[in-house]
């Protein structure tokens, strides 16, 4: 159903959205396009209205946020056209990056952005939570 679903869009969807999202989007969007109740406790916005000619009312995330372990370990998030990177997990310094202006990260705006590197903080924070199965490398 899905795939009949998606394959008669209309030829005016455009081929490129700015929207940004993740994987847990893909679930959202399929249960939204076949009418299928959507559980409350998936992170994942549809992406019907964009595909579906509706871009309107296009939900957003307010920020995208991951970790990595490897490598010493790194936490990152991504909101607007902001890109925030802590080096190494809870106790590095914030690198700060306009994705507009910059899109390849090589200029870091931290020192010049204080009230995002605080607003990307508290999103990092806000996101960030300890497990057992993942532990931060010291």
């Known amino acids: 159903a899905c795939a009949t679903t998606l ?4 030829r005016s969807v455009p081929l490129m959205s700015a929207h940004i999202g993740y994987q847990a989007d893909i679930l959202t969007t ?3 396009s076949i009418g299928a109740k959507i559980p409350e406790n998936l992170d994942g916005l549809s992406l019907w209205p ?4 509706h871009p309107e009312n296009q939900r ?3 920020y995208l946020y991951w970790e990595f372990y490897a490598q010493g370990s790194r936490q ?8 925030a990177i802590r080096d190494p997990m809870l106790t590095g ?12 990260e090589r200029v870091d705006v931290a020192g010049q952005n ?11 924070n806000q996101a960030h939570q300890p497990s057992e199965r993942w532990k931060v490398p010291s």
């Open 7 to 10: 394959s008669s869009l209309s």
């Open 30 to 32: 399929i249960a939204d």
């Open 50 to 53: 964009t595909l579906n000619s």
């Open 60 to 62: 957003e995330h307010k």
């Open 76 to 83: 990152a998030v991504r909101f607007g056209a902001w890109k």
């Open 93 to 104: 310094t914030i690198q700060l990056y306009h994705l507009t202006e910059d899109e390849s």
């Open 114 to 124: 204080p009230k995002v590197v605080a607003e990307a903080l508290t999103y990092i």
